[in-house]
């Protein structure tokens, strides 16, 4: 053989060589592909098994006051924050601006109320796949700009005293030393 002829046969014995290799990495590659299928579906099955709800015992009578009592300060700090701040604002600029914060004082109320209805049944009933706490919200926000009467500004400011309401409330629970418990 002449080196030409060598050359040949080493480039041929080196694509059967390559092709070979080629194959059997195909084959480990579709191995490894299904049996990677396989466990994803295995993971899916006990993901779908996991996402069932869980339900959870009875709440304790105790439990059931307390959550009743913490909904009802909430509700009364509220309602003492929104009259005291419309009272300063109608003190402050006119009538028609204490109103508008009065129209979002109360849509802030009623999101609560649903919010504290919705919380309270977690885990003890199917959960809703929408619920209108945030169309009441929208709702008032989309008429505040129809309407002659309305400003959106303090319509969104007497919807957010709830939340000063519930960091108030927060703020002082914090600071105020807890009671002992007698074991």
Partial sequence: MTSA????????????????????????????????????????????????????PPASEASMQDYLQLQQNLLRLTLVFTVAIFLVVLGTYSLNTALNYVIGAVTGIVYLRMLANSVGKIGREKPKPSSGRLAVFVGVMVASPQWQQLSILPVFLGFLTYKAALIAFVVWTAAMPQPEVAS
């Fill in 5 to 56: 002829e060598d050359q040949a046969g080493i480039s041929l014995n080196l694509s059967a060589l390559a092709e070979e290799n080629m194959g059997s990495a195909i084959a480990e590659l579709e191995t490894a592909t299904q049996s990677s299928a396989q466990e994803n579906e295995e993971d899916r099955d006990s993901a779908d098994a996991s996402n069932e709800p869980i339900v959870l």
